[in-house]
């Protein structure tokens, strides 16, 4: 089975920035398509990004501008940075993979990383 364990998570303050990296134990660029979801306690879990094989990429209008998803082939990773953070930008973030004729829910996820923005 393969594994997604995400990492670099912390405690910023507002306008600071974070880099998160989602490591796979299989070749993450077999994933036909690849991203990030995040989530605040007492609300459901919100789309933030997500990559294609091909590389095309997609991102919530909240976070357009400020993150930037990259693939790392060295390091068999999906980053995600993050710059210009915002408190509202505090959740659990979680990694996702999945295959061809699969949505994001039905593919691999890792255990998450918290982001916690705060002044």
């Known amino acids: 089975q393969a594994q997604l364990v995400e990492s670099g998570g912390g405690l910023v303050q507002p306008g600071e920035s974070l880099r998160l990296s989602c490591v796979g134990s299989?070749?993450?660029?077999?994933?036909?398509?690849m991203g990030w979801y995040r989530q605040v306690p007492g609300k459901k879990r919100e789309f933030v990004a997500s990559?294609?094989?091909?590389?095309?990429?997609n991102y919530t209008a909240s976070v357009k501008g400020r993150f930037t998803l990259s693939r790392d082939r060295a390091k068999n990773a999906l980053n995600l940075q993050m710059n210009n953070l915002k408190p509202e930008d505090t959740a659990v973030y979680y990694c996702?993979?999945?295959?061809?004729?699969?949505?994001?829910?039905?593919?691999?996820w890792g255990q998450g990383t918290q982001v916690t923005v705060s002044s």
């Open positions: 299989v070749d993450i660029f077999t994933f036909y398509g």
């Open positions: 996702y993979g999945h295959g061809d004729n699969q949505v994001a829910e039905e593919g691999y």
């Open positions: 990559m294609s094989w091909i590389g095309s990429t």
